[in-house]
């Protein structure tokens, strides 16, 4: 089982990144997918969570507008496209598949990408 999250980087307040999740070794149309994010010193934290059909999702509070999750089920990859990033948007960036239709907190995730680093500069 792989999770290969890319896409991350170093972009000033007010940028766009789109970071893809590539996955393999599981049947991914059969995996709710999620975004997790943890800064230093901080806990990690639930961004998005997206349903095997791409007709459910939830964002946190602080990203709602702002970021959007999504999946391509042919391509066995999940997408978080973050647009108007903020500097408290810095973090190690994970995705995450739970074997559910649809799931959000963490602990229902069996599997784990290693995370992709976003860095926004003030």
């Known amino acids: 089982v792989q999770l290969q999250a890319s896409g991350g980087g170093l972009v000033q307040t007010g940028g766009s990144l789109r970071l893809s999740c590539a996955t393999s070794?599981?049947?991914?149309?059969?995996?709710?997918t999620g975004w997790f994010r943890q800064a230093p010193g901080k806990e990690r934290e639930g961004v998005a969570c997206i349903s095997v059909s791409d007709d459910s999702t939830y964002y946190v509070d602080s990203v709602k507008g702002r970021f959007t999750s999504s999946r391509d089920n042919a391509k066995n990859t999940a997408y978080l496209q973050m647009n108007s990033l903020k500097p408290e948007d810095t973090a190690v960036y994970y995705c995450?598949?739970?074997?559910?239709?649809?799931?959000?907190?963490?602990?229902?995730?069996?599997?784990w990408g290693q995370g992709t680093q976003v860095t926004v500069s003030s």
């Open positions: 070794g599981f049947n991914f149309d059969g995996y709710a």
């Open positions: 995450a598949a739970a074997p559910r239709r649809w799931s959000c907190p963490p602990w229902e995730y069996d599997y």
